[in-house]
């Protein structure tokens, strides 16, 4: 069975390739890498955002939306994983905004 954190990061990694032009590709690339200086932009971002959210059904809260959310796959999956255990009633950890 695929972890939370596990399943986030799956979907994240898949929504940007199929939406951002990044070199080297998101499968390539370390969870601390700045996605902005592989090439993602402000509309694949929002693109992104509302494709996660569609697949994993959940909404970014306003507090989070911001340049700093999709600066690298692990803040952006931190994120996710923090919105989808808290959806389920699951003990969360913390998420930096």
């Known amino acids: 069975m695929t972890s939370v954190p596990e399943r ?14 990044l070199h080297p590709a998101a499968d390539q690339l370390a969870r601390t ?10 509309l694949a971002s929002a693109r992104i955002m509302l494709a996660v ?5 959940i909404e970014f809260p306003e507090r989070l939306l911001g340049k ?3 600066s690298s796959i692990g ?3 931190d994120a ?3 919105l989808v255990d808290a959806r389920s009633g699951s003990v969360t950890r913390g998420v930096a905004s």
Not at 11 to 18: E, N, P, S
Not at 33 to 41: C, I, N, Q, S, V
Not at 53 to 57: D, F, H, M, Y
């Open 53 to 57: 959210e569609g697949e994993l059904g």
């Open 33 to 42: 890498d700045d996605l902005y200086d592989h090439g993602l932009t402000s």
């Open 8 to 21: 986030c990061e799956q979907v994240v990694r898949a929504q940007l390739a199929a939406h951002a032009e």
């Open 68 to 70: 700093a959310l999709f």
């Open 75 to 77: 803040r952006l999956t």
């Open 80 to 82: 996710c994983a923090e």
